[in-house]
């Protein structure tokens, strides 16, 4: 795989030799001296990874690295590799999350430039499903996306459904009017397989009503045809990160409910044990084990549970 690397850096010779050694490897790279120039390209095209040095002539790799983030200037999940001196690396270090990554410059420009594609190529993508049926939009899209996701696309709505129940893609961006089964069907069977699916709805038609029952009818969010495609891969890691956000709620308030259902079942045994009862303490602690999986509660949430029960009564002497 073939990669686009933006490179900003103002040292004249450094530059220069890390610029070889990628090309050296069928690396492309677009090359600048100051932040500016480096945005502008940025907003322009699309690329794999960017390199940065500490600090350039206009602004330093925090805020480049913030500016990036925001989405206002491009894709925000870009891979960015900060660049240092070995001795600096610890200074720096606080820039790191999933997609910036703190690389010392200590071995040679070869070495360094062969590391920075294997990372690039190794790393994870989410999957995506393109149903598109006109070949010049689909060929546009997955343009603007194959950088940022692995894309499969459909053009009709029977092979989006055979596509998806084979990979089950992590987003769909579906087109409304399809071949065969329609867009609108397409989403119902995806979502009766599961409800929280994200799908983004890719329609060329001015009408909010129909685009708001789409949504709730489960759809995650919309978007039209004539969406600038430098903004499109943005939109769509926006919907997939939204989604997910509003998963880990949801799931976060089933545990707890889930803890509830299990405290209350643990006391109502522990309280029939007091009792005699040990038919009924059967009864609860059976509720209380099945409200709790061991694949869905771990031991963590099991002990949570235990030091909120109070002890049961001394054995008879």
């Not at 206009?58 to 500016?67: E, G, K, N, P």
């Not at 459904?161 to 087109?175: G, N």
């Not at 071949?179 to 397409?186: A, D, I, K, N, W």
């Not at 994200?198 to 009408?207: E, G, N, V």
Request: aromatic share 6%; proline share 6%; hydrophobic share 45%.
């Amino acid at each position: 795989m073939s990669c686009d690397i933006l490179l900003l850096h103002n040292d004249v010779a450094v530059s220069r030799r890390l610029r070889e050694a990628f090309r050296n490897i069928q690396a492309r790279v677009a090359c600048y001296a100051c932040g500016k120039d480096g945005v502008r390209s940025y907003k322009r095209a699309r690329f794999d990874a960017l390199i940065t040095a500490p600090q350039l002539a206009d602004i330093d790799a925090w805020r480049l690295v913030r500016m990036i983030r925001t989405g206002h200037f491009g894709f925000p999940g870009i891979p960015i590799f900060v660049v240092c001196e070995p001795h600096q690396r610890a200074l720096y270090e606080p820039l790191r999350d999933q997609d910036t990554h703190v690389v010392p410059l200590d071995g040679t420009p070869a070495a360094f430039a062969h590391d920075i594609v294997e990372l690039i190529n190794a790393r994870p993508r989410h999957s995506l499903l393109l149903v598109e049926d006109d070949p010049s939009a689909a060929a546009a899209a997955v343009r603007a996306l194959e950088k940022y996701f692995h894309v499969d696309l459909a053009v009709d709505g029977q092979s989006a459904l055979d596509a998806w129940f084979a990979r089950r893609h992590e987003l769909i961006v579906l087109d409304l009017m399809l071949p065969g089964l329609s867009g609108e069907e397409v989403q119902t069977r995806v979502l009766a397989a599961n409800p929280h699916q994200p799908i983004l709805i890719l329609t060329a038609l001015d009408d909010p009503q129909r685009c708001e029952e789409l949504m709730l009818n489960g759809a995650t969010d919309f978007v039209g045809k004539a969406t600038n495609l430098t903004e499109f891969a943005t939109h769509c890691l926006r919907v997939l990160q939204q989604s997910r956000y509003v998963d880990a709620v949801q799931s976060a308030i089933e545990s707890h409910d889930k803890l509830d259902v299990v405290s209350q079942s643990i006391r109502a045994a522990n309280l029939s044990l007091a009792r005699g009862q040990t038919h009924e303490a059967t009864h609860h602690l059976k509720h209380a084990l099945a409200a709790g999986s061991a694949e869905d509660m771990s031991d963590d949430t099991w002990a949570r549970v235990l030091r909120v029960i109070p002890p049961g009564p001394p054995p008879n002497s």
